[in-house]
């Protein structure tokens, strides 16, 4: 180590032991941080070439009385420094000193995850435990012929961080006594049964290792890799892919999802289920394989979906238990949701004025929702309505299945697409295909006419008329039906 006469210094580091031991020497003489300038030695490191600061010819001796005692680091933060200092960054050493700086000059806060340079250093301490779990998991040893000598297995590793060292000690608590190596571009580790010893590369790649065991581990694979059950970007997720080159069946795993991918999965145990004996299996819907539950009774109760939690209570169906029209919605807005009742908002009261147009009593029709619970999405102080999604409307339909078998409608009025969904059990409806034009579902007519809603949005003038004339010209068709019900759809 070298400092000169403005305290400035210039030091050569291979690793965490060398970084500890100028450290120490360079807090005792006091050196800030922005004073040193850090090396590792090598021709492709970042300060390569690089003109040292100039000083003494020879490393010039700390004068005694500028030294001060070694300072005391937590534990802790040792641990931290010594796994950070496995993170590959080319200033790595000059980050690990100035956090062990701003320690000693009080500032503890370096070590919390809130500091910026604390953050920095949990993160590298993140990446370097992430990468020895990786190469726990991910390295593949091949065994050698036993005429080769020794070592017996051979594997090869790209670790993104200098992990190999620790790593290691991992595989010598794991194997015992059999001799292995692991190989990596940078460095090797050789265990002999009884002594680890380090190296320099000794590998170039994993194609100079040659395992007569791997086509036996190859034909293990095929059979135990199911077609009917792969999934590929999972596959993807849980294994990186720079680790698939690296495995042995890697070379085979993109054909089998291949395969899988253009029928093998349809296929992939056919051939084992038919030769077993007994019944033949008998294909069942998804719903029909549910088990059987217990139903909610109330309204109040329903858990069917989770809207409930979200929203301030069910609100169920209003009107005449024996009306001939059945009007169904969409969902309770935010004032049917605080009221516990239908079509008591904005949208209602443009209902009230379509029922006078069309000379309809509200009071001897039945109002209800496909949905019973308010589906929203905050917006600063507000509420906004966001509509149901299919699954939301399966779930609800429970309810309105029980609302048509007590009311028994002869006319139902579709409101909106959410509505039409529901009556009509399909999830893709167009809306348009519908306006105007009553059908018979499950013998009943069902007459489709836009949301109040969707009036109240529509932004000019003359499409709100045209709108609110449709729903008006629906309502009229709706008693029309009730004195032919019996006559088939219009073309």
């Not at 069917?304 to 059945?326: D, F, H």
């Not at 147009?357 to 496909?370: F, S, W």
Request: aromatic residues 8%.
């Amino acid at each position: 180590m070298s400092i000169d006469a403005a305290g400035a210094a210039f030091l050569e580091v291979n690793n965490f032991a060398d970084w500890r031991e100028a450290a120490r020497e360079l807090l005792r003489a006091g050196v800030p941080p922005e004073a040193v300038t850090w090396s590792r030695p090598g021709a492709d490191d970042l300060f390569s070439g690089a003109t040292p600061v100039a000083g003494p010819p020879d490393n010039a001796a700390i004068p005694s009385n500028q030294t001060k005692a070694a300072p005391h680091l937590p534990r802790s933060l040792m641990e931290m420094l010594a796994r950070a200092a496995c993170f590959r960054d080319p200033d790595r050493w000059a980050f690990l000193y100035r956090v062990v700086w701003r320690w000693t000059q009080g500032e503890h806060e370096v070590q919390s995850p809130a500091d910026p340079d604390g953050g920095r250093l949990h993160a590298m301490v993140k990446a370097v435990r992430r990468e020895e779990h990786d190469m726990h998991a991910y390295i593949r040893f091949r065994e050698r012929p036993v005429d080769a000598g020794p070592p017996r297995f051979v594997a090869w590793f790209e670790p993104r961080h200098d992990v190999l060292p620790q790593v290691a000690e991992h595989f010598v608590a794991r194997m015992g006594k059999v001799s292995w190596m692991i190989a990596t571009p940078d460095a090797s580790v050789l265990w002999d049964g009884a002594t680890l010893h380090n190296t320099g590369p000794l590998m170039s790649s994993a194609a100079d290792l040659d395992d007569a065991g791997e086509a036996l581990w190859l034909t293990y694979y095929r059979s135990i890799f199911n077609p009917a059950r792969v999934n590929a970007q999972l596959m993807q997720s849980h294994i990186p892919a720079r680790f698939w080159k690296n495995l042995p069946e890697g070379a085979i795993v993109p054909s089998l999802v291949s395969q899988a991918e253009l029928g093998a999965r349809k296929i992939g145990q056919v051939q084992a289920v038919g030769a077993k004996r007994g019944a033949t299996t008998i294909p069942i819907s998804a719903e029909k394989a549910q088990p059987d539950r217990e139903q909610p009774s109330k309204l109040d109760e329903c858990r069917r979906c989770e809207l409930w939690q979200y929203a301030t209570q069910a609100v169920p169906g209003e009107g005449s238990k024996r009306a001939p029209i059945m009007i169904v919605g969409e969902q309770p807005g935010d004032q049917e949701d605080l009221a516990g009742k239908p079509f008591v908002g904005p949208a209602g009261k443009l209902l009230d004025q379509v029922f006078a147009q069309a000379e309809v009593d509200r009071k001897a029709i039945y109002l209800t929702n496909a949905v019973k619970h308010f589906k929203w999405e905050p917006r600063g102080k507000r509420r906004l309505h966001k509509t149901p999604v299919q699954r939301e409307i399966e779930a609800c339909h429970y309810w309105l299945e029980k609302e048509l078998a007590a009311v028994k409608p002869k006319v139902i009025v579709a409101m909106g697409a959410t509505a039409l969904k529901s009556v009509m059990r399909k999830g893709t409806v167009a809306l348009k295909d519908f306006l105007g034009r009553p059908v018979r579902v499950d013998g009943c007519w069902v007459v489709t006419i836009y949301h109040p809603s969707y009036v109240l949005r529509v932004p000019d003038e003359a499409s709100k008329h045209e709108a609110f004339a449709v729903m008006v010209k629906g309502l009229k068709l709706a008693q029309e039906l009730l004195e032919r019900p019996d006559a088939p759809s219009p073309p």
